[in-house]
Antibody, heavy 120, light 108 residues
Framework: QVRLVESGGGVVQPGRSLRLSCSAS????????LHWIRQAPGKGLEWVAV????????HYADSVKGRFIISRDNAKNTLFLQMNDLTLDDTAIYYC?????????????WGQGTLVIVSS | DIQMTQSPSSLSASVGDRVTITCRAS??????LNWYQQKPGRAPKLLIY???ALHSGVPSRFSGSGSGTEFTLTITSLQPEDFASYYC??????????FGQGTKVEIK
């Protein structure tokens, strides 16, 4: 079955960096776009970034543009999110997800999330 | 960027009630609209895609309608397990694929 497992979260000081990983299994990783979506404590969902199936087409939310970098290693079935110059507002659970954007064949699968806390 | 405005932000309802949640897009998004349900401590789950298509395994009491800029999620005969938060999200054209602010459905 499809499985997405995030890792790399933790406590980090403002201005520092953190790299999240999402390990995928149970599907043809190289065939699907993958997203990062986050949720601050007690708040709503915020779409963060997407990498196309081959990583050639990438988009970011304005709130992270210029600070975060999404990438993928299709040989290792892994999605990454490099987060730089972190601020308190980046504190959130970060989900890796395969969502229906253009066609239902994309399916709807989410990881369990990894918690990032930015604190001095 | 396309903005999604969801209303109400919260509502109280009783088991058996009919519940309607509205989502408005800042521009025409055709039918590229998803609805999710999220329970505390859990990842969101897709209910409706393409504005009105019921995702696999989702009970038929959930339905979606609308196109263009106005969309509605309806829950007929609210069940105890439906008390949760609900979010709309557009996936039209180029990202960012913005979410609505969410609607928390609470027990009256």
């Amino acid at each position: 079955q499809v499985r997405l497992v995030e890792s790399g979260g933790g406590v980090v000081q403002p201005g520092r960096s953190l790299r999240l990983s999402c390990s995928a299994s149970g599907f043809a990783f190289r065939s699907y776009a993958l997203h990062w979506i986050r949720q601050a404590p007690g708040k709503g969902l915020e779409w963060v970034a997407v990498a196309s199936y081959d990583g050639s087409n990438i988009h970011y939310a304005d709130s992270v543009k210029g600070r975060f970098i999404i990438s993928r290693d299709n040989a290792k079935n892994t999605l990454f999110l490099q987060m730089n110059d972190l601020t308190l507002d980046d504190t959130a659970i970060y989900y890796c997800a395969r969502i229906i954007a253009m066609t239902p064949a994309e399916g709807d699968y989410w990881g369990q999330g990894t918690l990032v806390i930015v604190s001095s | 960027d396309i903005q999604m405005t969801q209303s109400p932000s919260s509502l109280s309802a009783s088991v058996g009630d009919r519940v309607t949640i509205t989502c408005r897009a800042s521009q025409d998004i055709k039918n590229f609209l998803n609805w999710y349900q999220q329970k505390p401590g859990r990842a969101p789950k897709l209910l409706i895609y393409a504005a009105s298509a019921l995702h696999s395994g989702v009970p038929s009491r959930f339905s979606g309608s609308g196109s263009g800029t106005e969309f509605t999620l309806t829950i007929t005969s609210l069940q105890p397990e439906d008390f949760a938060s609900y979010y709309c999200q557009h996936t039209y054209s180029t990202p960012p694929y913005t979410f609505g602010q969410g609607t928390k459905v609470e027990i009256k």
